[in-house]
């Protein structure tokens, strides 16, 4: 017979110091000069023990198991259902340390990918709103909800069906969210009074492991600044009358609602923008309001999810763009349109470069609602079409805006950037480390002269980052 093989007991290192933030939301800490990366709601200038969970050559991962005592960085936590959803993993930090840590890691990831020359850093700007912050959360619906220490091995567990957040590294559990911190009212009173009056009229909740049944798959939330309010319901194996009862309450017990939409989604993903929108109650959008803008925003829509700070980080690239009126201004991964149409008036053209079509359509229709007509966007693979063909057409950029997602900018963009030479780029990025890496190429021609870190996400560790760089020598 073949021995059994033998459980592992984990290795627990005791009263080991945090000495600093890491990358993704983790910390570090070192035993006899070996890295260790910690993981769980820990701060610098705890004293933790430490489960080791993975051993590699050069580091070490592990689990924070017991702190004590507690960092001076550290502050209340507001949220019940901290340490198990994922969403804010430094809300036990306080706000100062966070934006602190955050314009370090920004100077850091400058100083050590991009190794140029950098000017005397802008301090960063922090979120007004620390909580209550985001217009729009998606919480999905699921007959299989996560399960606490306490009621695992218990035999009465009661309802099984959730909605909210996926527990972090599980797809197929969702952990139920009583109150979030994350969206204003009434946020939380829709979810949860979508979640009761279904449980009371047994409506079916959606299985995620074989996604082969139940009739709520996800719910999306929406506001804007100015108290307009979108609410989508994703169906999945809905009757008639299920999708109807549900939107008929939500229509009744919540008349603040302005735009009350479903979608019927039996696909392997929660995905919709190739799926048809019913609008059932209202409007089929909301309008945002910024300055003098007003953008549409439909339930397909992207837009930034902190639109206050979002206004700020827009008035900020106006201001380090230095447009006197003249300029040809290249707005490369525009989204829908907003940091370009913001710079509008102030150039005499722009045109918006962004791979998404739908974000494309967007971008148009706000140009239009807004009367804007100097402004002319185009989608497609950016390397693809900010050829030479491209800019003979539209003209010679003196400005480039780009904002590109967290893998940073084509090799392809950087090099027709170097190509035609505009006298200003100003570089938005939500990945200091990718725009580092960018920066180090466009050194051959550029000098950065701002640097501006705006923290959009407060209570996580994602920080957004303005770069201007300057042209030295025009060929």
Same mark, same amino acid.
């Given at each position: 017979?073949?021995?059994?093989?033998?459980?592992?007991?984990?290795?627990?290192?005791?009263?080991?110091?945090?000495?600093?933030?890491?990358?993704? /939301?983790?910390? %570090? #800490?070192?035993?006899?000069?070996? *890295?260790?990366?910690?993981?769980?709601?820990? !701060?610098?200038?705890?004293?933790?023990d430490l489960?080791?969970?993975?051993?590699?050559?050069?580091?070490?991962?592990?689990?924070?198991?017991?702190?004590?005592?507690?960092?001076?960085?550290?502050?209340?936590?507001?949220?019940?259902?901290?340490?198990?959803?994922?969403?804010?993993?430094?809300?036990?930090?306080?706000? /100062?340390?966070? %934006? #602190?840590?955050?314009?370090?890691? *920004?100077?850091?990831?400058?100083?050590?990918? !991009?190794?140029?020359?950098?000017?005397?850093?802008q301090p960063i700007l922090g979120s007004s709103e620390e909580y209550y912050y985001r217009n729009k959360l998606e919480f999905t619906f699921s007959s299989a909800r996560w399960l606490t220490e306490d009621e695992i091995g218990k035999e009465d567990l009661g309802?099984?069906?959730?909605?909210?957040?996926?527990?972090?590294?599980?797809?197929?559990?969702?952990?139920? *969210?009583?109150?979030?911190?994350?969206?204003?009212?009434?946020?939380n009173a829709i979810r949860n009074g979508v979640r009761d009056f279904a449980q009371a009229n047994g409506i079916s909740f959606y299985e995620l492991k074989m996604q082969k049944e139940g009739a709520l798959r996800n719910l999306i939330i929406r506001n804007t600044l100015t108290d307009e309010l979108m609410v989508t319901v994703q169906f999945a194996y809905a009757s008639e009358d299920e999708i109807h009862l549900v939107m008929n309450y939500l229509k009744l017990a919540f008349p603040v609602i302005t735009s009350l939409n479903y979608v019927i989604n039996q696909k392997g993903n929660d995905t919709f923008h190739d799926l048809d929108v019913v609008c059932f109650h209202g409007k089929p959008f909301m309008v945002e309001v910024m300055e003098d803008l007003k953008f549409q925003i439909g339930p397909k829509s992207f837009f930034q999810t902190n639109a206050k700070q979002a206004l700020h980080l827009y008035q900020l690239v106006r201001e380090y763009a230095c447009l006197t009126g003249n300029e040809v201004v290249y707005d490369l991964y525009t989204g829908t349109g907003t940091i370009g149409l913001f710079l509008a008036k102030h150039a005499a053209k722009i045109v918006g470069l962004e791979y998404v079509d739908m974000a494309v359509e967007d971008a148009k229709i706000n140009a239009t609602l807004n009367g804007i007509t100097n402004a002319t966007f185009f989608a497609g693979d950016m390397k693809k079409v900010l050829t030479r063909e491209f800019i003979a057409i539209h003209g010679?950029?003196?400005?480039?805006?780009?904002?590109?997602?967290?893998?940073?900018?084509?090799?392809?963009?950087?090099?027709?950037?170097?190509?035609?030479?505009?006298?200003?780029?100003?570089?938005?990025?939500?990945?200091?480390?990718?725009?580092?890496?960018?920066?180090?190429?466009?050194?051959?021609?550029?000098?950065?002269?701002?640097?501006?870190?705006?923290?959009?996400?407060?209570?996580?560790?994602?920080?957004?980052?303005?770069?201007?760089?300057?042209?030295?020598?025009?060929?």
């Open positions: 017979m073949s021995k059994k093989k033998e459980k592992k007991v984990p290795v627990v290192l005791e009263q080991i110091a945090i000495l600093d933030f890491a990358a993704e /939301a983790k910390c %570090i #800490a070192k035993v006899n000069d070996e *890295v260790i990366f910690v993981q769980g709601p820990v !701060a610098p200038g705890d004293i933790a489960r080791i969970l993975k051993s590699k050559k050069s580091f070490k991962q592990a689990q924070a198991i017991h702190i004590q005592p507690l960092s001076e960085h550290r502050t209340e936590v507001a949220c019940a259902h901290f340490g198990i959803c994922g969403g804010c993993k430094w809300q036990h930090v306080s706000y /100062a340390s966070q %934006i #602190a840590f955050k314009e370090r890691q *920004v100077r850091d990831n400058l100083t050590r990918i !991009a190794k140029v020359k950098l000017p005397e850093f309802s099984m069906n959730a909605l909210g957040f996926h527990v972090p590294g599980r797809f197929d559990k969702i952990l139920p *969210v009583d109150h979030c911190y994350l969206q204003p009212d009434p946020s010679n950029p003196d400005v480039i805006i780009t904002d590109p997602p967290r893998a940073g900018m084509d090799l392809d963009v950087v090099n027709q950037i170097l190509e035609v030479q505009p006298h200003t780029i100003v570089y938005v990025s939500c990945n200091p480390a990718t725009q580092a890496r960018d920066l180090a190429l466009l050194d051959v021609a550029y000098t950065v002269d701002v640097v501006h870190p705006v923290d959009m996400f407060p209570q996580t560790h994602h920080v957004e980052n303005i770069v201007r760089l300057k042209l030295r020598n025009k060929r």
